[in-house]
T-cell receptor, first 113, second 115 residues
Framework: GENVEQHPSTLSVQEGDSAVIKCTYSDSASNYFPWYKQELGKRPQLIIDIRSNVGEKKDQRIAVTLNKTAKHFSLHITETQPEDSAVYFCAARGYSSASKIIFGSGTRLSIRP | DTGVSQNPRHKITKRGQNVTFRCDPISEHNRLYWYRQTLGQGPEFLTYFQNEAQLEKSRLLSDRFSAERPKGSFSTLEIQRTEQGDSAMYLC?????????????FGSGTQLSVL
């Protein structure tokens, strides 16, 4: 079955700097890769997603890149702000829209003032 | 309908007791997922439904866990003979089915503590 690995587990960056979180997946047939943000004590919420037919997607300060050959994808946050502090989870879904979504173990991002 | 609703928010039980959690998805969502999350970990897939059909159940899930969605609306997750290792946050999520509708909407979860 699908397995998603995520690193680093913790990341601390200076406010205004960029943050990068990386994930790898095992099932080469996976075709959908969402990223969720979970603030302390709150539910996970989707922040961006990418499908396997594109290599990059951007939404304001957030971008995701996908390398299907290497089976890895990354989240990039530029000009980080204090409200970016949270736990970020990558995820992957198998080849079918009926497949389950499997999550990585999470990255705790801290923004230093 | 403002989102996915889970009840109870917290449950404390003694080892060996049975517990049942409820999830009410967003009304038009036909897909419903159960995940388990422990501190410092990502949501672990347990099972999911499309309408009333249970499409998949994690192989890691013991027979003590069972889930139902009898009318394709709300769902219940039951854990029989609870163990201390069952202590976790149980998250429910819902979505529409289809290749362009994968966004999961999560509930606030049920925090289970097994003493």
């Amino acid at each position: 079955g699908e397995n998603v690995e995520q690193h680093p587990s913790t990341l601390s960056v200076q406010e205004g700097d960029s943050a990068v979180i990386k994930c790898t997946y095992s099932d080469s047939a996976s075709n959908y890769f969402p990223w969720y943000k979970q603030e302390l004590g709150k539910r996970p919420q989707l922040i961006i997603d990418i499908r396997s037919n594109v290599g990059e997607k951007k939404d304001q300060r957030i971008a995701v890149t996908l390398n299907k050959t290497a089976k890895h994808f990354s989240l990039h946050i530029t000009e980080t702000q204090p409200e970016d502090s949270a736990v970020y989870f990558c995820a992957a879904r198998g080849y079918s829209s009926a497949s389950k979504i499997i999550f990585g173990s999470g990255t705790r991002l801290s923004i230093r003032p | 309908d403002t989102g996915v609703s889970q009840n109870p928010r917290h449950k404390i039980t003694k080892r060996g007791q049975n517990v049942t959690f409820r999830c009410d998805p967003i009304s038009e969502h036909n897909r419903l997922y159960w995940y388990r999350q422990t501190l410092g970990q990502g949501p672990e897939f347990l099972t999911y439904f499309q309408n009333e059909a249970q499409l998949e159940k994690s192989r890691l899930l013991s027979d003590r866990f069972s889930a139902e969605r009898p009318k394709g609306s709300f769902s219940t997750l039951e854990i029989q003979r609870t163990e201390q290792g069952d202590s976790a946050m149980y998250l429910c999520a819902s979505s529409l089915a289809g290749p362009s509708n994968e966004k999961l909407f999560f509930g606030s979860g049920t925090q289970l503590s097994v003493l």
